[in-house]
């Protein structure tokens, strides 16, 4: 009946003193209620459930060097770190347009930060992909003083099994961004050709058994068992490097599920023609003198961004280009061990 009550839905619970799995963590999901907890947790080293640590805050914002009154673009929204930083350095004067694909993330950064007092007067979040940039400039007339692309998955995807990001966890195979446009991982495995499938964790993630894992895949599907689970994808890889040394074995298991996972990850989302298309439109939307900052996580994305800029470089788009990637600190890779991968590198447009 409509008029009854609600019922009052109880929190998952857990055995044992301490919460494991990511929903049992209702804490870590709540850090404005429980702040004392997700200390604790960061103190750890770790990052807590429904949360991602911003990388290379300081190294950024030493760039960028955003001044009141500027047009800025954060091109990857996540959790939205990186954009309440930027916006205080605003100090209420000027205007950020943040973009993410993701609809179910970037709807909780918009209310967490409006909350935080970076309401819609400050902050425009759009549900839309960064290689469209020239859209976004086109439709708000503007050109940006500065523009951030933390191309890393952000900590809230990987930790939540229901997106698949992860080979720790049981959850869907998906990895998609966008949970709703598309087709998962699972289904890319269906379908797909052995010399498709071979290349993509060659040129995705340089895995050194691509054969052997595609090999075993391909034999799964033969016989009727789809990986349609992160577990079955992990116990494939298991299978295909089973001829390795035991000593070995469990390192190797370990790094080709990262690798595979990265590559399977990147297809699904189109994410170096993405890449490439946003590092093509990057000159046009950046106003004289823009600065734009682009942190990378393996090397085929360090590849393009490097390639890019230089190109622009040449052709005399940019009057400055990073030299060298920057790194974040020691102390930041202690604190936050998904730091260590990262790679930075920066631009500034030249005045005409």
């Keep these: 009946m409509e008029n009854q009550e609600k019922q009052h839905k109880r929190r998952v619970r857990y055995s044992g003193t301490h919460p494991k799995t990511y929903k049992e963590k209702y804490k870590e999901h709540d850090p404005e209620k429980y702040a004392d907890t997700i200390e604790k947790v960061i103190r750890k080293g770790s990052t807590p459930a429904g949360m991602h640590i911003s990388i290379m805050v300081r190294e950024i914002l030493d760039f960028l060097q955003i001044q009141p009154g500027q047009m800025g673009l954060d091109a990857t929204l996540g959790y939205g770190g990186h954009t309440k930083e930027m916006l205080k350095c605003l100090r209420g004067q000027g205007h950020i347009y943040g973009l993410d694909v993701d609809p179910i993330e970037s709807a909780k950064t918009k209310e967490r930060l409006a909350k935080q007092g970076f309401g819609e007067d400050l902050l425009t979040v759009r549900l839309q992909n960064f290689a469209e940039i020239d859209q976004v400039s086109r439709e708000t007339g503007k050109k940006f003083d500065f523009i951030l692309a933390d191309l890393g998955v952000s900590s809230m995807q990987i930790d939540n099994p229901d997106r698949g990001f992860s080979y720790k966890v049981e959850g869907p195979l998906d990895l998609r961004m966008n949970p709703e446009k598309g087709v998962s991982a699972a289904e890319r495995l269906k379908n797909v050709f052995r010399e498709e499938l071979k290349g993509m964790l060659v040129e995705n993630a340089d ?122 600190s020691a102390d930041e890779c202690a604190r936050n061990s998904r730091a260590k991968s990262t790679k930075m590198r920066w631009a500034i447009r030249s005045e005409d």
């Design 207 to 328: 895995e050194p058994y691509a054969s052997e894992i595609t090999d075993t895949i391909l034999r799964w599907r033969t016989r009727g068992r789809a990986i349609e689970t992160t577990t079955q994808l992990k116990n494939a890889i298991e299978e295909a490097l089973a001829f390795l040394p035991e000593k070995e074995r469990k390192e190797a298991v370990k790094k080709s599920c990262q690798r595979t996972f990265q590559a399977l990850r990147i297809d699904v989302n189109s994410e170096f023609e993405v890449l490439y298309a946003f590092l093509e439109k990057l000159p046009e939307v950046l106003a004289p003198n823009g600065r734009v900052a682009i942190l990378t996580f393996h090397s085929g994305e360090d590849r393009l961004v490097k390639k890019a800029f230089k190109e622009h470089y040449r052709e005399g788009l940019y009057s400055e280009i990073s030299r060298d990637v920057i790194r974040p």
